[in-house]
């Protein structure tokens, strides 16, 4: 899967720990990614064409074998080191993955086993089975406006399905002001006051701690595959936060 010994794991970068990532496999070709699997059956037969039905099928564990080493030279795991390794990686939730093979991708894994596989003088790798969250890697893209008078902004959704993004958006002016991006609008907000709005589970949670649900009009924002022109207007900032899933 990975090539780099680079790699970020949960917001820290390996190197940092003086961790790095090491293959023992000697083949020219080696599988790059998480590979893409479909369970692809027969439902029957019409006349004129067979009837098929497929599912996606959860993928394979991924196996990562880290190795501890300063200045390219291989370091005695101590205890303390397993142990600390230990807690960075075994999470209850699945965490961002990121390698330099691929740096502007995002995986998500959650650890199943490690275990210890070392020489009797502790040289070795920590060897990590991970479990996927999906097939895809998630393409992550920031945009940041400021608004004060009606202008188009130009989304590209880069993956084959609608995407329902996160936004952000700071009031700048007072209550009566209507901030609007898409058909999205939202009003009554105070000075100052942000609101995170999730097209996809449908909240509107404020930085005052308040449900924002009832001020806004419930039209969400949706990403349609390839390009996309909006308009916003009011007087505020909107940030939008977006991970693509996307088949490498």
């Known amino acids: 899967m990975i090539v780099s010994d680079e790699f970020t794991l949960n917001g820290i970068k390996g190197s940092d720990e003086d961790m790095y990532l090491v293959t023992f496999d000697n083949d020219i070709l080696t599988s790059r990614g998480i590979p893409f699997q479909r369970d692809v059956s027969s439902d029957g037969y019409s006349q004129l064409n067979p009837l098929f039905k497929d599912e996606d099928v959860v993928p394979d564990d991924v196996v990562l074998n880290f190795m501890y080493a ?27 993955f990121v390698t330099q093979d691929n740096p502007d991708y995002i995986y998500y894994l959650k650890c199943k086993k490690l275990e210890s596989k070392m020489t009797q003088r502790g040289l070795g790798v920590l060897e990590g089975t991970f479990i996927p969250i999906s097939h895809f890697a998630y393409k992550k893209t ?50 100052n006051e942000i609101v995170t709005i999730d097209n996809l589970i449908l909240t509107v949670e404020s930085s005052l701690e308040q449900n924002r649900f009832s001020k806004c009009n419930r039209k969400w924002l949706k990403l349609l595959p390839g390009e996309n022109q909006l308009t916003v207007s009011g007087n505020c900032e909107i940030e939008i936060l977006c991970e693509f899933p996307i088949v490498l």
């Open 142 to 191: 920031y945009h940041k406006i400021t608004v004060t008078e009606p202008t188009n902004i130009l989304l590209t959704n880069p993956s084959d399905i609608e995407y329902k993004p996160v936004i952000k958006i700071k009031n700048l002016g007072n209550v009566s002001t209507i901030n609007k991006i898409g058909d999205f609008e939202i009003t009554g907000l105070e000075t």
């Open 70 to 96: 300063i200045d390219d030279m291989a370091q005695q795991w101590t205890e303390d080191k397993i142990i600390q390794t230990k807690k960075w990686m075994i999470t209850d939730d699945f965490i961002p």
